[in-house]
Nanobody, 115 residues
């Protein structure tokens, strides 16, 4: 009965910005570590960012300083602000809980960075 719905992706030029959103219809949302993953064609799904219930954040080295994760517990939502985008950021982006992804995956949202 869980549901993860991502949105906000699109086509942007290198150096551009996007803000991704995820609505998580899950129990005890405020107690969960929320995470963003991404998967490029032919590659594994990799952890990009995480945020703890008290707001502590961590990022992969490839996005540190460019991406910002945030959450709104009242809306059961998690966000990913993506700045200074690079072609290598092109991927399908997914939200989930925990560092391994504990819930069934949603459909994700496509981010394409190209000139």
């Amino acid at each position: 009965q869980v549901q993860l719905v991502e949105s906000g992706g699109g086509l942007v030029q290198p150096g551009g910005s996007l803000r991704l959103s995820c609505v998580a219809s899950v129990t005890v949302f405020s107690w969960r570590v929320m995470t963003w993953f991404r998967q490029a064609p032919g590659q594994q799904r990799d952890l990009v960012a995480m945020i703890t219930p008290d707001g502590n954040t961590n990022y992969s080295d490839s996005v540190k300083g460019r991406f910002t994760i945030s959450r709104d517990n009242a809306k059961k939502s998690v966000y990913l602000q993506m700045n200074s985008l690079k072609p290598e950021d092109t991927a399908v982006y997914y939200c989930n809980t925990g560092s391994q992804g504990n819930l069934p995956w949603g459909q994700g949202t496509q981010v394409t960075v190209s000139s």
